[in-house]
């Protein structure tokens, strides 16, 4: 959980790198919370009450998009890609996939224009 508060921490943060292990564990826990609202919201038979589920999840959703776009941006940094490279996606399905297998990379194994390699550890 202490990585999902670290990414929430980084709001509006889209200049440095983030590792696929901060990228994914955050998509993981937003994806999980989402299904659950989602099952819940239909599983409500009371009109008003599935209403008021229908507006909290669009609230959140709002609410998160702007950690997902900068954890997104980040992640490309670290594969050595610009925030344009996001652009892929107005491409149908193949620019989808593309993006996708692109967040999936290792970083860029050395400092580039965008930060410190994240997985560097110094030897003391």
């Not at 993006?99 to 550890?121: C, H, M």
Request: hydrophobic fraction near 45%.
């Amino acid at each position: 959980m202490s990585i999902y508060i670290k990414a929430l921490q980084k709001y509006w943060v889209t200049s440095g790198r983030t590792r696929r292990k901060e990228f994914w564990t955050f998509n993981l826990v937003n994806f999980t919370f989402f299904i659950l609202l989602f099952v819940l919201t239909f599983l409500i038979h009371n009109e008003l009450m599935y209403k008021i589920s229908c507006c909290f999840a669009s609230v959140i959703f709002v609410l998160l998009l702007p950690p997902t776009l900068s954890i997104t941006l980040r992640r490309l940094h670290d594969t050595g890609r610009d925030a344009w490279y996001f652009l892929i996606n107005l491409l149908p399905i193949i620019g989808n996939i593309i993006f996708i297998v692109s967040l999936f990379e290792d970083s860029s194994p050395s400092y580039n224009e965008y930060g410190e390699y994240p997985k560097f550890t110094p030897n003391f």
